[in-house]
């Protein structure tokens, strides 16, 4: 800018004061019009500047620990459904195993043993952690043609809402998940998630079908393998028709076209199983039975199920424990030196003040019965937990508590060693969660043969034969499988395991239709340790194991839980969450149960 000359005016020499005066305000002027001038200039050179290089600022304007769905990583996201669906089957398996007797329950009434809030973990895990997850992955793995993390996603998906239909009835599932649309959903019909999980196992399938396929770098279960996901589909399909086969009589055609076609996991390899590690914090990597009991001092944090060491120690041979401790015993369940382990070997270190039951009359004469012999207190030769119902309190006996064995939860394998429990014993915690097993699914078929007359796949004797010997099997070999070496004269000879496999057999032959069922039932129900789903749904369904044992502590304990109660977390924060179930009502039953109110005890 220049300023002209003919601006400032000429005067007089005499009045140079003037002339000064206006020189400065001339001058003043001009430069704060200068000053405004140069500020407009230099925002507008700014919002240019900024306007030029927006493409490179927008992106930083989004929280990388906020990412959008539209910018989450599939594979992060698969991660997370299937971590927290683990949590959610390890959840509802503890409450499951605890009322069907498979772990100890300690009651003593049905009524009051769990508060709503003891179901509020599984209830937040399914609904937080699976399936809002898998309803943000799953739309977003399908546009970018990772269909075989979509599938995974809509399998567990199915699993878990047909879960939580199996363990609490209705729940919300159509209006659930929908954020701030929707924070008060309704519950859906039992039946009609059921319909939806078996769609979403279809739609699944479809997904794995599906040519392009991205390669899964996240399956944690069976390494992005879209035929064994198929395989898995299926075979939730055959259970999800056997659970509703007593309340829907197209289920039968529907289950001898999935047995027909046999594309179900009846091989080892084909198992749905998580793998755990042995990293002790951050994060703990092991087996949670393993983590809760091998600890350095005051002996397993757990008790074990007196009724179920019983039922694979002592049951067939008169109520009296056989081991197979060598070659030379070959009498014997195979499993039990792999499913428990003993730290010690008989009651003599008992005292009344450690193991105060032991003192008692055997059994009390309060102790209303003991069907088939079924023990109090001990079960014997080093076997001890505890009784179900028994609500007494613990004393202490840690020194002298059986645990949980090399399988499935990774720990110590018993070869009599006798020793206290440390932390890091034996195969450090790198045990399973037996989702689903082939024997599993031997044992279903063994059912709807016998039940529905369904025998495309064999006899329900030869399938029950079957089932029994895929899980002695899977047991004896799992140490081998995980890197733990057992002393050669410990494991198993084939001779021991046809004899027991007879054995069972031998009674089969002879029960008539309900006891046969029961034995199928009750095989089952051994080789599902470490899955309470199965347990708590089968003795629902079928009223087996008929043997097991009843409450301790009272002779009333009131109806059998048949579904849980509402979590606290629901029906304390939906406005249009139903009623909470009447403790003690024997109404409370799934929709597929529709046996007699006095079925279970």
Same mark, same amino acid.
């Given at each position: 800018?220049?300023? /002209?000359?003919?601006?400032?005016?000429?005067?007089?020499?005499?009045?140079?004061?003037?002339?000064?005066?206006h020189?400065?305000?001339?001058?003043?002027?001009?430069?704060?019009?200068?000053? /405004?001038?140069?500020?407009?200039?230099?925002?507008?050179?700014?919002?240019v500047?900024?306007?030029?290089?927006?493409?490179?600022f927008? $992106?930083?304007?989004?929280?990388?620990?906020?990412?959008?769905?539209?910018?989450?990583?599939?594979?992060?996201?698969?991660?997370?459904?299937?971590? %927290?669906?683990?949590?959610?089957?390890?959840?509802?398996?503890?409450?499951?195993?605890?009322?069907?007797?498979?772990?100890?329950?300690?009651?003593?009434?049905?009524?009051?043993?769990?508060?709503?809030?003891?179901?509020?973990?599984?209830?937040?895990?399914?609904?937080?952690?699976?399936?809002?997850?898998? %309803?943000?992955? +799953? $739309?977003?793995?399908?546009?970018?043609?990772?269909?075989?993390?979509?599938?995974?996603?809509?399998?567990? /998906?199915?699993?878990?809402?047909?879960?939580?239909?199996?363990?609490?009835? @209705?729940?919300?599932?159509?209006?659930?998940?929908l954020?701030?649309?929707?924070?008060?959903?309704?519950? @859906?019909?039992s039946?009609?998630?059921?319909?939806? *999980?078996?769609?979403?196992? @279809?739609?699944?399938i479809?997904?794995?079908?599906?040519?392009?396929?991205?390669?899964?770098?996240?399956?944690?279960?069976?390494?992005?393998?879209?035929?064994?996901?198929?395989?898995?589909?299926?075979?939730?399909?055959?259970?999800?028709?056997?659970?509703?086969?007593?309340?829907?009589?197209?289920?039968?055609?529907? +289950?001898?076209?999935?047995?027909?076609?046999?594309?179900? +996991?009846?091989?080892?390899?084909?198992?749905?199983?998580?793998?755990?590690?042995?990293?002790?914090?951050?994060?703990?990597?092991?087996?949670?039975?393993?983590?809760?009991?091998y600890?350095?001092?005051?002996?397993?944090?757990?008790?074990?199920?007196?009724?179920?060491?019983?039922?694979?120690?002592?049951?067939?041979?008169?109520?009296?424990?056989?081991?197979?401790?060598?070659?030379?015993?070959?009498?014997?369940?195979?499993?039990?030196?792999?499913?428990?382990?003993?730290?010690?070997?008989?009651?003599?270190?008992f005292?009344?003040?450690?193991?105060?039951?032991?003192y008692?009359?055997?059994? $009390?004469?309060?102790?209303?019965?003991?069907? @088939?012999?079924?023990?109090?207190?001990?079960? *014997?030769?080093?076997?001890f937990?505890?009784?179900?119902?028994?609500?007494?309190?613990?004393?202490?006996?840690?020194?002298?508590?059986?645990?949980?064995?090399?399988?499935?939860? *990774?720990?110590?394998?018993?070869?009599?060693?006798?020793?206290?429990?440390?932390?890091?014993?034996?195969?450090? *915690?790198?045990?399973?969660?037996?989702?689903?097993?082939?024997?599993?699914?031997?044992?279903?078929e063994?059912?709807?043969?016998?039940?529905?007359?369904?025998?495309?796949?064999?006899?329900?004797?030869?399938?029950?034969?079957?089932?029994?010997?895929?899980s002695?099997?899977?047991?004896?070999?799992?140490?081998?499988?995980?890197?733990?070496?057992?002393?050669?004269?410990?494991?198993?000879?084939?001779?021991?395991?046809? %004899?027991?496999?007879?054995?069972?057999?031998?009674n089969?032959?002879?029960?008539?239709?309900?006891?046969?069922?029961?034995?199928?039932?009750?095989?089952?129900?051994?080789?599902?340790?470490?899955?309470?789903?199965?347990?708590?749904?089968?003795?629902?369904?079928?009223?087996?194991?008929?043997?097991?044992?009843?409450?301790?502590?009272?002779?009333?304990?009131g109806?059998?839980?048949?579904?849980?109660?509402?979590?606290?977390?629901?029906?304390?924060?939906?406005?249009?969450?139903?009623?909470? /179930?009447?403790?003690?009502?024997?109404?409370?039953?799934?929709?597929?149960?529709?046996?007699?109110?006095?079925?279970?005890?």
């Amino acid at each position: 800018m220049t300023f /002209k000359r003919n601006h400032i005016s000429k005067t007089p020499h005499n009045d140079s004061n003037v002339t000064v005066q206006h020189m400065v305000h001339f001058v003043t002027t001009k430069l704060i019009h200068m000053k /405004k001038i140069l500020i407009i200039c230099s925002v507008a050179w700014l919002m240019v500047g900024l306007s030029a290089c927006n493409k490179q600022f927008d $992106p930083l304007l989004n929280n990388p620990n906020y990412p959008s769905p539209s910018t989450a990583d599939v594979d992060l996201y698969l991660n997370a459904v299937q971590l %927290n669906f683990v949590n959610f089957f390890e959840g509802v398996s503890t409450y499951g195993a605890q009322l069907s007797r498979q772990q100890f329950w300690g009651g003593p009434q049905y009524s009051n043993a769990y508060q709503p809030a003891t179901f509020d973990g599984i209830w937040t895990t399914a609904y937080t952690g699976v399936l809002s997850n898998a %309803n943000s992955l +799953i $739309p977003l793995a399908e546009a970018q043609q990772k269909y075989i993390q979509a599938g995974i996603a809509k399998v567990l /998906k199915a699993y878990t809402i047909c879960t939580l239909v199996d363990v609490f009835g @209705d729940v919300p599932y159509s209006e659930a998940n929908l954020g701030d649309a929707n924070t008060n959903p309704h519950v @859906d019909a039992s039946a009609t998630i059921y319909a939806n *999980g078996l769609a979403l196992l @279809d739609s699944a399938i479809a997904d794995f079908n599906k040519t392009g396929a991205v390669k899964v770098p996240s399956d944690l279960f069976y390494n992005g393998s879209a035929s064994k996901w198929i395989t898995l589909a299926n075979t939730l399909k055959l259970k999800y028709y056997m659970q509703t086969r007593l309340v829907d009589n197209t289920v039968p055609a529907k +289950i001898q076209a999935l047995m027909t076609t046999n594309n179900l +996991i009846n091989s080892a390899s084909q198992d749905f199983a998580f793998q755990y590690g042995k990293n002790l914090a951050s994060p703990d990597s092991r087996n949670p039975h393993y983590g809760n009991n091998y600890v350095n001092s005051g002996g397993p944090g757990d008790y074990l199920s007196n009724y179920f060491m019983w039922k694979v120690t002592a049951q067939k041979y008169n109520g009296s424990v056989t081991l197979l401790n060598s070659p030379a015993s070959t009498v014997g369940d195979p499993r039990a030196r792999f499913y428990f382990y003993r730290q010690v070997l008989n009651s003599a270190s008992f005292t009344q003040t450690t193991v105060p039951c032991a003192y008692l009359p055997n059994p $009390p004469a309060w102790y209303p019965s003991v069907p @088939d012999q079924t023990p109090f207190c001990y079960v *014997g030769k080093g076997y001890f937990g505890r009784d179900f119902g028994d609500n007494s309190g613990s004393s202490p006996d840690g020194n002298f508590r059986t645990t949980w064995g090399i399988y499935p939860a *990774g720990g110590e394998f018993d070869q009599n060693q006798a020793a206290s429990v440390t932390l890091g014993m034996g195969s450090g *915690g790198n045990g399973i969660s037996p989702i689903w097993l082939s024997s599993y699914t031997y044992f279903l078929e063994a059912e709807a043969a016998l039940t529905l007359g369904i025998t495309v796949n064999g006899t329900p004797d030869q399938l029950l034969a079957q089932g029994i010997n895929a899980s002695i099997s899977k047991v004896i070999n799992f140490p081998t499988a995980i890197g733990y070496n057992i002393p050669s004269n410990y494991m198993p000879t084939t001779t021991q395991v046809s %004899n027991y496999v007879n054995s069972v057999l031998t009674n089969y032959a002879a029960a008539n239709t309900a006891g046969k069922l029961d034995i199928i039932e009750s095989e089952y129900y051994i080789a599902l340790w470490g899955n309470g789903v199965e347990p708590y749904n089968n003795i629902r369904r079928t009223g087996s194991p008929k043997d097991v044992q009843i409450a301790v502590a009272t002779p009333t304990p009131g109806f059998f839980m048949r579904s849980f109660f509402y979590p606290s977390v629901f029906v304390n924060r939906n406005q249009n969450a139903p009623a909470q /179930k009447t403790p003690g009502v024997a109404a409370n039953k799934v929709f597929w149960d529709n046996n007699p109110d006095n079925f279970i005890k």
